[in-house]
């Protein structure tokens, strides 16, 4: 057993655990926040992805007690009260989800990703931040596995806000 | 009726803040743990089981297996007679359950301090097409004859001036929904029971877990508002939800389990491997003279599964002479299972691969040969369509494609290190429809609609409220439609693309009552109106192309185009409908590149068992993937005029995708996956 | 998985101390808790050294080398500036490798430590020889497709998985490492090891050896590139990678070439006799095959892999006429 004291969401917990549970477990069968999914356990699939001090992580490979003291941010964090984050929205409004399962993932994986501006596999200059475009989106969002195959519009969603994002820096 | 327009889900927000709730989450006080054992032998008995040590883990609060086997009631399906006997069917099947107190407990108790020992009989998992064990099943599923025979096949073969004779082999696939399969058993302390699951149907689900464990179906209560995804896989109930009632009933407390994703690969389905032989002839012209398709394929030594792997080779083309056959051995291995259109989804990649090369012998274009054998009435049974615009789909296919503008000849295009090509394929499957029942009671200033469906991601919840308002000449904002739930009005399941067909009657009839019983109330059942049947062929139809780029010197082949040109009747919600041909689409260029299960036959079991080794589509495989449809007025199908959705976008692919590759590289692959072991061997 | 006890340490020196036999270093998970959950891995003990301050990246001025904390994310190696620029290699191997996520994890220690992706290793159901020396290695004739084709033995056909290492081993890496017995440095290649008849140890280190970090020389001039073959696109381990750098004068003559291959054995390989056989001739296709050649005469692909002979000769000299046409 092991103390550990971390935020989610914003909310301060401490608990008393099994140094076996998995940050996942953690937030689903001890806290309740079941909206990190569980597909695979072994950061395979990416439906438990959550951002960790702010960088999408697999909650599944992270030890509970290895996150004392850290941040966590799973998909219920997301949204501004009733207020979806834009790219819940643009999920909606993209239709970039069928049963939903890898969804929570997705979002906690693009809302990370859009703040990674480094290079990627498929980036040619390697010296440059590139931009979004939709080969960049695919493969970096390629650590979260939709068997639906949602891809095409999960891909159409994150570029969408990601280019709000871009055409706001660019305006300031 | 009118097209309603690109409603977007009604569970959308649910599901993108994370509020949906699948079968493991829902919290019931004082759940337990429960996790499945597995054998590790591919057949053979056990001899001894001791959980003393097990039992003695703090923590752990029961272990059931067959040292005292748990009473059940009528058991049809034998996959679901958990801890019954000794006998070990094949490897991986489930042996035992250790019940915990947490999952970390139950899973080291079972892993580490539960004792059992076999005695391993010789075992056999391998399929080959000259085992003497095969034989002619006599229904493949669901229920069609296991073979069809018209004309004189050997004759038209060899008057034929082209012909084809080539075998095709796809292997073992596995559905891998992305959520786990997974339930919560909650006795209640009459002796009922309340069952969270993971399911494709609520109802058919209810009535055999309550078969099973000898309980009146009003007693069993299944729950299952979202899912994850089944593809087939949760179309029946699998053994971890009779293993999870057995254990809450040893326990005294509610138990949950969730299958691992490696537990998956043994306990809920798969599509079985096929080899299967095609023989084509065709005429100077190019007219089909004969067809014979053969599919070889597996089943379990516990029941018969028959895949219905050539049955679409009795829709697709003209030919006088035409033969469609089955064979099965039965082997030490799982129960194979439906998976994303079972039968035409493997048996389209083996006739559209040869259709393929039998445009290539004679030097007719692929779509042509196709448009060429357009038959007038369904091939084997002589039945007319309902409607059939395969024809419209290929020619609007090929011109939104530029199929006009192809170099027939394979393996000259290059750019840099790709080689590029097309190819196209057919695609079809049947549209079905199963009774159903369902109410509609106006409450609240609205309407409720209760109908006990299920969305599995088809976005059903969302169709039916819009199929209810339009019925009931409302706005769909006023229609809540509950599904997911044994307790509502019976319904069949979501599968064979029949979902929205089979619901929505039901769902219309219901609305049609209301309105005529004064406003208030209407309830429908249409066992007889389905039952009365139809003098048609009714099939979907659809034309697929791909173009391909592979490696020339690695192999690796990658996708940066697919369209489908679909005719599936009326489309509800076109937003909808084309997330479902393109998932379909999607998952087919997995099946043509990548997927994969793998035995190693001494041991028996599924090797590649994780998404790490059994490969899916990731995001960077899919590029533009694109699905249109014909406009297609039906009116011999069901009150919406609509065809099933969900599966034909995976039938064409892969033969799509194969026809593609070796117009690329002049290399033909007959056997799935296209890998780079495969291209440089 | 077993139960263990978890320990945090502030420093290497009491990192060294607290693993103990039984105990085992934690550095992002995802390859560890990974394998703990297959019941592969059971550590009494887990020392998480992910917060230890090995988390820089130091590069010398420009012209000069690098080196970096052991604790130091994938992620942020691959993002780096400095490795963007010097070691183009490094930061594309790094980048082929996993998923955002798993690399935001994962540290670059635990990465040159991550073990094989065997299927029989990775399932306690079945005999391996890496996991239990004398069970036998089923691999052998078995599912063998992703498995060795250069310097495998009797014992064990496994190869190594991580593709940063391919890139370090053609760099000439050195690991720093701090243990029971003191601080030494190892160099690359040479930190893997063969399987020999010895296939539970994938390296030299000893028990309880602790990665501090990886130094760089600084790289020979010339072009530089990682490519990986792999059926998915992404997120897969390779069939077979090169890591390649090829430096040619002006007369077209090869004056600095370094090589190693991921995918084919259980170190990552470096192609000293590819290397050989370019160093001071002219380059040009025919002299990248004859180089391949030399190389690969070494491989002894088993029934079923012996597809990656010809992807290996394919790759090195498409990989290298990419660099130096
Ligand atoms: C789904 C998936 C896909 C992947 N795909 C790829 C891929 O394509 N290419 C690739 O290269 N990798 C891939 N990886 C592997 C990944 O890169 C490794 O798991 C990761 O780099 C390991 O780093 P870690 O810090 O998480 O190590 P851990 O899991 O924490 O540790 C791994 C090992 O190293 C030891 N260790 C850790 N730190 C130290 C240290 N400082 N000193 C001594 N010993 C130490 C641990 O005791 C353990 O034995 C994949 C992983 C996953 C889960
Ligand atoms: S190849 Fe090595 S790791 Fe794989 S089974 Fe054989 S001994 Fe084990
Ligand atoms: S559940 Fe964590 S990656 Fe699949
Ligand atoms: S929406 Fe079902 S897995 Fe992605």
């Known amino acids: ?88 929205a643009a999920f909606v409004e993209c239709d970039a989800f069928q049963c939903g399962y890898c969804t929570p993932g997705q979002l906690c994986s693009a809302a990370g990703m859009l703040r990674e501006p480094g290079p990627s596999a498929v980036t040619g200059d390697l010296t440059e931040d590139p931009a979004l475009t939709a080969e960049e989106i695919r493969e970096r969002m390629s650590g979260n596995l939709c068997r639906c195959g949602a891809y095409v519009n999960i891909v159409a969603a994150v570029h969408r806000v990601a280019a709000e994002r871009a055409r706001e820096v660019a305006g300031r | 009726m009118s097209t309603i327009g690109g409603m977007r889900r009604v569970e959308g927000r649910e599901k993108v803040t994370g509020r949906a709730t699948y079968a493991f989450e829902y919290a019931v006080e004082g759940a337990a743990y429960g996790h499945p054992v597995q054998a590790p032998i591919a057949r053979g008995r056990i001899t001894t089981i001791d959980a003393e040590a097990a039992l003695a883990v703090p923590g752990v609060l ?166 994850g995804g089944g593809f087939g896989s949760k179309g029946t109930p699998r053994p971890h939800v009779i293993v999870a009632a057995v254990a809450a009933r040893a326990a005294g407390r509610p138990v949950k389990v969730a299958l691992t994703r490696q537990q998956m690969y043994d306990m809920t389905g798969y599509r079985t491997p096929t080899i299967q032989r095609v023989r084509l002839g065709a005429d100077e012209d190019g007219r089909l003279t004969a067809i014979d398709h053969d599919a070889v394929e597996q089943s379990s030594t516990l029941k018969e599964f028959a895949e219905q792997t050539t049955t679409p080779t009795r829709v697709m083309y003209a030919a006088p002479a035409l033969r469609t056959t089955h064979h099965l051995v039965r082997l030490d291995v799982p129960t194979p299972s439906w998976m994303r259109a079972p039968g035409e989804c493997p048996g389209m990649f083996a006739l559209e691969s040869a259709m393929d090369e039998l445009a290539e012998a004679a030097g007719i274009d692929p779509v042509e040969l196709r448009v060429l054998n357009e038959p007038a009435a369904e091939p084997e049974s002589g039945r007319p369509f309902s409607s059939r615009n ?292 | 998985m077993r139960e263990f006890e978890y320990a945090r340490a502030r420093d290497g020196r009491e990192a060294v101390a607290l693993c103990e036999p039984g105990a085992r270093y934690l550095g992002g998970g995802t390859n560890l808790v990974d394998l703990m959950r297959l019941g592969v891995e059971t550590p009494a003990r887990l020392v998480d050294v992910s917060r230890l301050p090995y988390d820089r990246i130091e590069a010398a001025p420009s012209g000069g080398g690098a080196r970096i904390g052991a604790a130091v994310r994938n992620s942020d190696l691959a993002a780096h500036p400095v490795i963007r620029r010097r070691y183009p290699m490094l930061a594309r191997a790094v980048l082929s490798g996993g998923s955002g996520q798993v690399r935001n994890m994962a540290t670059v220690g635990g990465n040159l430590l991550q073990r094989t992706r065997c299927p029989y290793f990775q399932d306690v159901s079945k005999p391996c020889n890496k996991r239990h020396p004398g069970d036998g290695c089923p691999a052998i004739e078995g599912d063998h497709r992703n498995l060795a084709i250069i310097g495998h033995s009797d014992a064990c056909v496994a190869t190594h998985p991580s593709d940063m290492a391919v890139a370090l081993a053609a760099l000439d890496a050195r690991v720093h490492v701090i243990g029971p017995g003191g601080e030494r440095v190892v160099p690359m290649p040479g930190l893997h090891r063969l399987p020999g008849a010895e296939p539970g140890r994938d390296t030299v280190l000893e028990p309880g050896e602790l990665i501090t970090a990886i130094e760089l020389p600084a790289p020979p001039p010339g072009r530089s590139v990682y490519r990986k073959v792999r059926e998915r696109a992404s997120f897969a381990f390779a069939l077979v990678s090169v890591a390649a750098l090829l430096g040619v004068d002006s007369a077209g003559v090869v004056r600095h070439c370094k090589i190693a291959l991921g995918g084919v054995a259980h170190v990552p390989w470096r192609a000293a006799r590819a290397e050989g056989a370019l160093l001071g001739r002219t380059a040009g296709p025919d002299a990248y095959a004859a180089a391949a050649d030399a190389e690969l005469a070494l491989a002894r692909p088993l029934p079923r892999n012996a597809y990656k002979v010809t992807l290996a000769r394919n790759l090195i000299v498409a990989t290298l006429t990419e660099l130096a046409p």
């Open chain 1, 1 to 88: 057993m092991a103390e550990i004291t971390l935020r989610v969401n914003g909310v301060e917990r401490s608990l008393s655990l099994d140094t076996r549970v998995s940050l996942l477990d953690l937030l689903r069968e001890h806290l309740g926040l079941t909206g990190s999914k569980k597909g695979c356990d072994h950061g395979q699939c990416g439906a438990c992805t959550v951002l960790i001090d702010g960088r999408r992580a697999n909650a599944c490979l992270a030890l509970a007690v290895a996150c004392d003291g850290l941040e966590i941010t799973t998909v219920e964090g997301l949204a501004d009260g009733e207020e979806l984050h834009p790219l819940q």
């Open chain 2, 390 to 681: 395969l024809v419209a789909c290929l020619r609007e296919g090929a011109r939104r494609f530029g199929w006009d503008r192809r170099d027939p000849r394979p393996g000259v295009r290059r750019e840099g290190r790709w080689l590029v090509g097309t190819g196209v394929a057919c695609s079809t499957y049947p549209a079905y429809r199963r009774p159903s029942s369902a109410t509609a009671v106006a409450e609240d200033g609205g309407y409720v609609v209760r109908v006990a469906a299920a969305d599995i991601g088809t976005g059903a919840r969302t169709v039916l409220t819009q199929i209810a308002a339009e019925a009931l000449n409302t706005s769909p904002d006023r229609v809540r439609v509950e599904i997911g739930d044994s307790d509502l009005p019976r319904a069949s399941l979501a599968g064979g693309s029949m979902g929205t067909a089979s619901w929505g009657t039901a769902v219309v009839r219901a609305c049609e009552a209301l309105l005529k019983n004064g406003g208030q109330e209407g309830r429908a059942d249409t066992s007889e109106e389905v039952a009365a049947g139809s003098a048609f062929a009714r099939h979907a139809f659809g034309a697929q192309f791909a173009e391909v780029r592979v490696d020339a010197d690695t192999g690796e082949v990658r996708v940066p185009r697919l369209l489908g040109v679909f005719a599936a009747g009326r489309i509800v919600n076109p937003v909808l409908a084309r997330s479902q041909f393109i998932g379909g689409m999607t998952m087919g260029l997995g099946m043509a590149l990548m997927e994969e299960s793998f035995v190693d036959p001494r041991f028996g079991d599924f090797l590649n068992h994780d998404l790490a080794q059994y490969h899916v589509a990731a995001c960077a495989d899919v590029q533009d993937v694109e699905a249109v449809w014909i406009d297609e007025e039906d009116p011999y199908l069901n009150p919406m005029g609509s065809k099933g959705i969900g599966e034909i976008g995976i039938v064409g692919t892969a033969a799509a995708i194969a026809n593609a590759v070796y117009h690329a590289t002049g290399r033909r692959v007959r056997d799935l996956p296209i890998t780079p072991a495969r291209l440089l061997s």
């Open chain 2, 62 to 227: 029961a272990v059931v297996s067959s040292a005292d086997p748990p009473p059940l009631g009528s058991v049809e399906d034998p996959e679901l007679a958990v801890f019954q006997s000794p006998q070990v069917a094949y490897h991986g099947q489930v042996v035992a359950v250790v019940v915990a107190e947490t999952a970390e407990i139950a899973r080291e108790a079972a892993e580490t301090a539960l004792r059992i020992e076999y005695q391993a009989e010789p075992h056999d998992v391998v399929l080959r097409p000259d085992h003497p064990r095969l034989y002619a099943p006599e229904r493949v599923n669901p229920a069609f004859p296991g073979r069809t025979e018209k004309g004189d096949v050997e004759a038209g073969l060899a008057d034929a001036a082209y012909t084809v004779d080539q075998t095709y082999t796809t292997p073992a696939l596995h559905n891998n929904p992305m959520e786990p399969h997974a339930a919560i058993a909650a006795w209640e302390p009459d002796g009922s029971l309340t069952v969270y699951d993971s399911t494709q149907g609520a109802t058919a689900h209810r009535d055999t877990i309550a078969a099973v464990l000898g309980l009146r179906q009003d007693q069993v209560r299944v729950i299952s508002r979202h899912v």
